[in-house]
């Protein structure tokens, strides 16, 4: 990485966790100075691992790069691709438990699954009203916890989230926040 990053010093990296190794590091990698993302190179990992095909199978180190983007203060990690060109139901599961866990984007490996892909990443509606609910009544609590009419509790770290889904879903072309 630092190799790379004297070679072009102003271009953000991607960097892919691909084994055992990578995986451990991944603290370490996301730290290094124009590390934008972290990127799951799952098919690599459950070879390494000797792992076989499947959400669960990859549940610790997608959870691990999540955790390791976070601390690092980087944009969430990017899943890895979905192998099964085929089989549009798998994929959108797969892209649908990766958004779950925090990742927001996933590689692809065929123009096709780019739909699926961007109808899940993409904000909807009733997310991005949650979250400008969220932030108005936080900040007309004055910053203090408070208890919307539906009965969620918002507090600090809940205004948090609200707020970083609104800035993800504004980086995005296709977003109603764009």
């Not at 055992?20 to 996301?30: D, Q, S, T, W």
């Not at 085929?86 to 096709?112: C, M, N, V, W, Y």
Request: aromatic share 6%; glycine share 8%; charged share 25%.
């Amino acid at each position: 990485m630092h190799w790379v990053r004297e070679r072009v010093p102003d271009t953000p990296l991607i960097c892919a966790i691909e084994s055992a190794r990578g995986l451990i590091a991944a603290h370490e990698i996301a730290q290094v100075a124009g590390v934008r993302h972290l990127s799951l190179g799952g098919v690599d990992l459950r070879r390494d691992l000797g792992a076989s095909d499947g959400n669960l199978q990859t549940l610790y180190a997608r959870s691990h790069l999540v955790v390791a983007s976070r601390a690092a203060g980087l944009d969430p990690p990017i899943d890895s691709v979905y192998a099964r060109l085929d089989d549009e139901a798998g994929l959108r599961a797969q892209t649908e438990f990766a958004r779950s866990l925090g990742f927001f984007g996933k590689s692809a490996i065929h123009p096709r699954q780019l739909p699926i892909l961007h109808d899940v990443f993409t904000p909807s509606t009733e997310e991005l009203e949650w979250a400008q609910t969220v932030l108005d009544a936080f900040e007309a609590s004055g910053g203090g916890a408070v208890k919307l009419p539906d009965g969620e509790f918002v507090d600090l770290p809940v205004a948090d989230r609200a707020r970083r889904l609104l800035e993800l879903a504004d980086r995005l072309p296709t977003s109603a926040g764009a």
